[in-house]
């Protein structure tokens, strides 16, 4: 599926495009960015009896504003109470990178990060937190399938070989099932 434009009104869209391409596809966990939580909540929601493992992935603590959470604690108790796992750590393209970026203008993290971009923010999203979540354990190192979007709700999905953040080039992108054109 391609969206003509990106951002939070292709949400709903992307979400049953996962959910139905991981239960036709048999595939057994699903790894979801969310800031705030409220994409991370739908996605809960609709895997509800469906067998399929959730993993939120959120920023770390400190992402915008020093010390802060952005994550909605209650929302992330609801994500809990529908089965899925929040996971809140460090981002894997921008972590102590971003600190060297500020002495040098750029870091090698960098240019990762925007080669993906260039599928769109929501594919490096995607490879970044199936990363992220491999990191934590949430995951096994297996096919599973990456939701993200470009700055507010889901826009982005892939079907993604996971691996954890050392292993960052064993990560493969198997398929691109939803994406927008323009971004």
């Given at each position: 599926?391609?969206?003509?434009?990106?951002?939070?009104?292709?949400?709903?869209?992307?979400?049953?495009?996962?959910?139905?391409?991981?239960?036709?596809?048999?595939?057994?966990?699903?790894?979801?960015?969310?800031?705030w939580g409220d994409t991370g909540l739908k996605a809960a929601k609709l895997l509800q009896g469906k067998g399929i493992a959730l993993a939120v992935v959120s920023h770390n603590t400190g992402f915008s504003q020093e010390g802060v959470q952005e994550?909605?604690?209650?929302?992330?108790?609801?994500?809990?109470?529908?089965?899925?796992?929040?996971?809140?750590?460090?981002?894997?393209?921008?972590?102590?990178?971003?600190?060297?970026?500020?002495?040098?203008?750029?870091?090698?993290?960098?240019?990762?990060?925007?080669?993906?971009?260039?599928?769109?923010?929501?594919?490096?999203?995607?490879?970044?937190?199936?990363?992220?979540?491999?990191?934590?354990?949430?995951?096994?190192?297996?096919?599973?399938?990456?939701?993200?979007?470009?700055?507010?709700?889901?826009?982005?999905?892939?079907?993604?070989?996971?691996?954890?953040?050392?292993?960052?080039?064993?990560?493969?992108?198997?398929?691109?099932?939803?994406?927008?054109?323009?971004?």
């Open positions: 599926m391609y969206f003509d434009k990106a951002g939070e009104h292709n949400t709903q869209d992307t979400l049953r495009i996962a959910v139905e391409e991981a239960g036709k596809r048999g595939i057994s966990h699903m790894v979801v960015a969310s800031t994550f909605d604690q209650a929302t992330r108790a609801q994500i809990e109470k529908l089965g899925g796992r929040v996971y809140t750590g460090t981002m894997v393209l921008r972590n102590l990178g971003t600190a060297i970026r500020s002495l040098q203008s750029y870091s090698q993290q960098d240019l990762v990060a925007h080669t993906l971009r260039m599928l769109g923010q929501g594919m490096k999203v995607c490879v970044e937190i199936v990363a992220m979540a491999a990191d934590a354990g949430l995951i096994p190192c297996e096919d599973v399938i990456a939701v993200a979007g470009t700055g507010r709700g889901a826009d982005t999905v892939a079907l993604i070989r996971a691996n954890s953040s050392n292993n960052f080039f064993q990560i493969k992108v198997r398929e691109i099932l939803a994406k927008p054109r323009a971004f």
